[in-house]
């Protein structure tokens, strides 16, 4: 079963119009994959058996006029796989994250992050034991930015102005803003 997605532009639309009753119908908590660089593989086979290539190497600025992606992590899932790979609960289509990058888990009413790759939450390596997940962790994927929401959390950045981003850095050409 994969994560459902949605535009963060969609749900400020849906939250200004449901008012009180989106915290009903979203009780969910949040991942969202902040616009940033972006190398996308070309297709479904390139995603799943390409080698992961490293991160750009320059300071992260979110471009203007992009739109992030929104992920519902559903507390009817215990563990969720993400990756580049199309078997994963959550896709990443980047060629900076690996087809099995890290597992979401939820238990103890608090969602969980581990892996074995590069990985890091609010600045800290993951690692195999995991780390928790609070309002606004950043977790940071090669060149990918995911930040954690907790469901109150979540409502204040849907209140957010979708202004006040900062212009991209210059990036090396094979890099796409997404």
């Not at 908590?29 to 660089?37: A, D, K, R, Y």
């Not at 195999?128 to 997940?133: A, E, F, S």
Request: proline letters at 7%; aromatic letters at 8%; glycine letters at 8%.
């Amino acid at each position: 079963m994969s994560a459902p997605a949605y535009m963060l532009s969609l749900l400020s639309r849906q939250r200004q119009l449901l008012g009180d009753r989106f915290k009903e119908r979203y009780p969910s908590n949040w991942l969202v994959w902040e616009p940033g660089p972006w190398r996308p593989a070309r297709s479904e086979l390139t995603s799943n058996t390409e080698a992961t290539q490293l991160p750009t190497p320059m300071p992260f600025a979110r471009p203007v006029g992009d739109d992030a992606l929104c992920f519902e992590l559903k507390r009817v899932v215990s563990s969720l796989m993400m990756g580049r790979g199309s078997e994963n609960h959550i896709v990443v289509n980047d060629l900076t994250v690996s087809r099995a990058q890290l597992h979401l888990e939820f238990a103890n009413e608090q969602w969980r992050v581990r892996t074995n790759s590069a990985v890091t939450v609010d600045g800290q390596s993951v690692g195999t034991h995991g780390l928790p997940l609070k309002n606004a962790s950043v977790i940071v994927i090669g060149d990918v930015r995911m930040t954690f929401y907790e469901p109150d959390g979540f409502l204040q950045r849907l209140q957010q102005p979708q202004g006040g981003k900062t212009a991209a850095a210059a990036g090396p050409s094979s890099t796409t803003t997404r």
